[in-house]
């Protein structure tokens, strides 16, 4: 049996008799895993999904490969008729799932409490500090109960309700949460501040979490994260007692980034869609590929159409090629098949009309909000529209011609309808402040308007 350094084997039973036709042996190992075994990881990781555009390589010996070696793994050697032979196998773990029956894994070295705090990066108002609402959640790997308590370490001056949490983890694989509540002081505007979650468990600490990267066909792999979170305090105006609806596409944290900024948001469902009183709301959102999602979008458009005309103010954010297939909005645009994309996150954006409204209420949006993006400018930018729409935004990647359809806004009755397909589910959970700033004037600007008039 190999095994990492340190750990300590020793073979229980052993039958290593001459073997006959049909006959069978085997050999029973009992192993101790070290406190100080490392975890089963992958050799290679970025410290941000979104901002680190490179891997570092924390064991070089194992570049090329897809992973590093087995932990643990097995060899059997034998000879037939003079000949040495050998077969390698890794150890597994064994698993039955209802369905697929029987399933086998390699066997990891996991922390025994995998903890995780969420979000995982936020923004606060930098106005005057205030109330901010954490959740961490503790899953147990120990074989029995396991007594476990969590905490947050914060930066000077804050301080959180309660101080710490204590959690009953009665057998392995049960997980429990717990929300703490954060008193922040007044903030530097653009500054970041880091809160670690901690989980006390059996005289050590445990600051950081997996989760499990599984398919049928693919050996299953921990994707470990920091239980921590990057809170940043945002330079954001925005119109107070904002109601918003949001039609979620295939999934997005839209709706949790607009509520750190004191927007009510809710949900909107099939029924609501059918029958629901959408005049309660100052803004109605549709997420990212809905128009792939939500038949009940395309079953009541008509409705939301219905809404802008008396005065409502509908944003529809990136959508894919069946957006085509309906006429979604007031007048016609298309995507067409090969509708354009600016992938350079750094790529020139200029403001084609700085008067608008969009641009002044109630922040006041200038070339510095398009800094700091990251990814990617936006995807499925409009080929072809209407001249009642007017785009507000140019921008293209080296070599493109310049696109405009990324931005298109027409009033249409008393109200207005907004294609955005610039990427703000990318930059509002990497805590992109120019981002905010923008959409926060999408959603505002019809309500600003309204109050002005009257």
Same mark, same amino acid.
């Given at each position: 049996?190999?095994?990492?350094?340190?750990?300590?084997?020793?073979?229980?039973?052993?039958?290593?008799?001459?073997?006959?036709?049909?006959?069978?042996?085997?050999?029973?190992?009992?192993?101790?895993?070290?406190?100080?075994?490392?975890?089963?990881?992958?050799?290679?990781?970025?410290?941000?999904?979104?901002?680190?555009?490179?891997?570092?390589?924390?064991?070089?010996?194992?570049?090329?490969?897809?992973?590093?070696?087995?932990?643990?793994?097995?060899?059997?050697?034998?000879?037939?008729?003079?000949?040495?032979?050998?077969?390698?196998?890794?150890?597994?773990?064994?698993? &039955?799932? %209802?369905?697929? /029956?029987?399933?086998?894994?390699? $066997?990891? !070295?996991?922390? +025994?409490? *995998? =903890?995780?705090? #969420?979000?995982?990066?936020? &923004?606060? %108002?930098?106005? /005057?500090?205030?109330?901010?609402? $954490?959740? !961490?959640?503790? +899953?147990? *790997? =120990?074989?029995? #109960?396991?007594?476990?308590?969590?905490?947050?370490?914060?930066?000077?001056?804050?301080?959180?309700?309660?101080?710490?949490? +204590?959690?009953?983890?009665?057998?392995?694989?049960?997980?429990?949460?717990?929300?703490?509540?954060?008193?922040?002081?007044?903030?530097?505007?653009?500054?970041?501040?880091?809160?670690?979650?901690?989980?006390?468990?059996?005289?050590?600490?445990?600051?950081?979490?997996?989760?499990?990267?599984?398919?049928?066909?693919?050996?299953?792999?921990?994707?470990?994260?920091?239980?921590?979170?990057?809170?940043?305090?945002?330079?954001?105006?925005?119109?107070?007692?904002?109601?918003?609806?949001?039609?979620?596409?295939?999934?997005?944290?839209?709706?949790?980034?607009?509520?750190?900024?004191?927007?009510?948001?809710?949900?909107?469902?099939?029924?609501?869609?059918?029958?629901?009183?959408?005049?309660?709301?100052?803004?109605?959102?549709?997420?990212?590929?809905?128009?792939?999602?939500?038949?009940?979008?395309?079953?009541?458009?008509?409705?939301?159409?219905?809404?802008?005309?008396?005065?409502?103010?509908?944003?529809?954010?990136?959508?894919?090629?069946?957006?085509?297939?309906?006429?979604?909005?007031?007048?016609?645009?298309?995507?067409?098949?090969?509708?354009?994309?600016?992938?350079?996150?750094?790529?020139?954006?200029?403001?084609?009309?700085?008067?608008?409204?969009?641009?002044?209420?109630?922040?006041?949006?200038?070339?510095?909000?398009?800094?700091?993006?990251?990814?990617?400018?936006?995807?499925?930018?409009?080929?072809?529209?209407?001249?009642?729409?007017?785009?507000?935004?140019?921008?293209?990647?080296?070599?493109?011609?310049?696109?405009?359809?990324?931005?298109?806004?027409?009033?249409?009755?008393?109200?207005?309808?907004?294609?955005?397909?610039?990427?703000?589910?990318?930059?509002?959970?990497?805590?992109?402040?120019?981002?905010?700033?923008?959409?926060?004037?999408?959603?505002?600007?019809?309500?600003?308007?309204?109050?002005?008039?009257?």
């Amino acid at each position: 049996l190999r095994t990492p350094a340190g750990w300590q084997v020793s073979r229980q039973k052993a039958n290593l008799d001459t073997l006959l036709v049909n006959q069978s042996t085997s050999v029973k190992f009992e192993v101790q895993v070290p406190d100080s075994a490392a975890y089963t990881r992958p050799y290679w990781s970025r410290a941000s999904e979104v901002r680190d555009p490179l891997y570092q390589v924390a064991q070089p010996e194992y570049a090329n490969m897809p992973f590093a070696p087995p932990d643990v793994t097995g060899t059997f050697k034998y000879r037939v008729e003079g000949i040495e032979l050998s077969v390698t196998q890794p150890a597994q773990t064994q698993q &039955v799932d %209802r369905l697929a /029956g029987e399933q086998r894994s390699v $066997l990891a !070295v996991a922390p +025994a409490i *995998n =903890v995780s705090l #969420s979000p995982a990066s936020g &923004v606060i %108002r930098a106005s /005057g500090g205030g109330k901010y609402s $954490l959740r !961490v959640t503790a +899953a147990s *790997n =120990v074989k029995g #109960s396991a007594q476990a308590n969590l905490r947050l370490k914060l930066p000077a001056g804050w301080t959180v309700s309660p101080a710490r949490a +204590a959690v009953t983890l009665s057998h392995e694989g049960e997980i429990q949460a717990a929300a703490f509540e954060l008193s922040i002081p007044a903030l530097a505007p653009g500054k970041a501040y880091d809160v670690q979650a901690v989980a006390e468990y059996g005289g050590r600490e445990y600051t950081e979490g997996y989760r499990r990267i599984a398919h049928p066909d693919l050996e299953p792999r921990h994707l470990y994260r920091p239980a921590a979170m990057t809170l940043k305090a945002v330079n954001v105006q925005i119109t107070a007692g904002l109601h918003v609806g949001y039609v979620m596409g295939v999934g997005d944290e839209v709706p949790q980034a607009l509520e750190q900024l004191g927007v009510n948001v809710k949900m909107l469902d099939a029924q609501d869609l059918a029958s629901g009183d959408l005049d309660a709301f100052d803004t109605i959102l549709i997420g990212i590929r809905a128009s792939a999602m939500r038949d009940d979008w395309k079953a009541h458009n008509r409705r939301l159409l219905d809404y802008v005309e008396r005065g409502g103010n509908l944003i529809v954010q990136y959508q894919t090629q069946e957006f085509d297939e309906l006429p979604y909005g007031p007048y016609p645009f298309r995507l067409t098949p090969r509708a354009e994309e600016v992938s350079e996150e750094d790529a020139k954006v200029t403001i084609l009309d700085p008067a608008n409204l969009v641009f002044n209420t109630p922040n006041k949006i200038a070339a510095s909000d398009f800094d700091g993006w990251v990814e990617e400018r936006g995807s499925k930018f409009m080929s072809e529209w209407d001249s009642r729409y007017q785009a507000l935004l140019e921008c293209y990647d080296r070599e493109q011609a310049p696109q405009r359809g990324g931005l298109l806004r027409a009033s249409y009755g008393q109200g207005t309808y907004t294609y955005a397909a610039y990427a703000f589910y990318r930059q509002l959970p990497a805590g992109v402040e120019g981002a905010y700033r923008l959409l926060a004037n999408l959603i505002s600007v019809q309500k600003a308007r309204a109050e002005k008039s009257r």
